[in-house]
């Protein structure tokens, strides 16, 4: 198959799927929306004589009926040697009501019943899709820009034979991420919220990132944990799992897991290996005070 990628594309309405295919269009993947999923392997087998680099289709249940054949053409695709990479968009029930009330559009799955209703309905119906999928993003507190932004870390060059991996810093106490794949815990560092020059700081500058990376016992257990995603991504590789996500995670977010995150992020792109590693660190709960 002449196409480097074909990236298909769903998730919760509401989440985002519009700006990312406008997004994907600007890396200049060519873009499909909405698309009967049962045109999907048709479309794969055509791009076979096109001079098409990239091909993203962006299927969801505005398809109706239509929408219920996605997983019998996906596994068409398995079927007929077609690979592909599933992208899932997902948010909080909570953000998705605020988007819609903002819009004043009702949900697709809705019909006269309330916006929680047909989010609901539509959970049940992607649950599947969901956990079968490449690449997880949780829109909730991403606005554009910054879901753009993640897209092109993810996708800027297609999904190669690099593995890419997000290293995300949060906060407990605003829950754990859930597009995370693997999570940390670093609330056993010293904190240094309660050094008061440190406190109105946040672990990407210098005072706080040395404080933290110079307390009893970091440094080896950065090293550690490195080996160890090191590890892992032969394993992920092998399942064709190609972007991975790490959630470092402290009790509010601002110190010791972004100092880590960035830590993480830098001694796993620093570092030569036989499969190649792109590693980025991502802040989500930093500024949230």
Known sequence: MSTKELLVVTGMSGAGRSTVAHALEDLGWYVVDNLPPALLPELAVQTKSSDIASLAVVVDVRGGKFFDALSNSLQKLKDSGISYRLLFLDATDQSLVQRFESTRRPHPLQAKDRIVDGIERERTKLEELRSGADVVIDTSNLNVHQLEKRIGEIFSAGMLDAIRINVLSFGYKYGIPVDSDLVLDCRFIPNPHWIPELRPLTGLTKEVSNKVLTSEGVSEFVKSYVGVIRQMMP???????????????????????VAISEEIAKQLSSEKSEIEISAHATHRDVGRE
């Not at 790490?246 to 601002?254: D, E, H, S, V």
């Open 235 to 257: 394993g992920y590789l092998r399942e064709g799992k190609k972007y991975v996500t790490i959630a470092i995670g402290c009790t509010g977010g601002k110190h010791r897991s």
